[in-house]
């Protein structure tokens, strides 16, 4: 999909085809779970965690959802600058 079929909102949206998956799946690479459970304290991150159980909670639940989203561009943009 090129840039110019993108909507005005999703052009600039930097999660813009990224799956929830993909995004728990580099936070765990980057913090592990004992640590992303310590930066986002929700149970399913730090009781038995798993991909599949996480994702499961984090669609039904918009405020963990945003919490997960806003956490993968903060640490996006942490390694954005780090390689400048």
């Not at 310590?38 to 965690?49: G, K, L």
């Not at 956490?71 to 996006?76: F, G, S, T």
């Amino acid at each position: 999909m090129s840039a110019e079929q993108l909507t005005p909102s999703q052009k600039n949206n930097p999660l813009h085809g990224l799956t929830l998956e993909a995004i728990v799946t580099a936070l765990v690479a980057h913090y592990g779970w004992e640590a992303l459970g310590q930066q986002i304290n929700i149970r399913c991150f730090t009781d038995n965690p798993s991909i599949k159980s996480s994702l499961k909670f984090l669609r039904k639940t918009p405020w963990a959802r945003e919490k997960v989203e806003s956490l993968y561009l903060y640490v996006q943009r942490k390694q954005a600058k780090s390689k400048e």
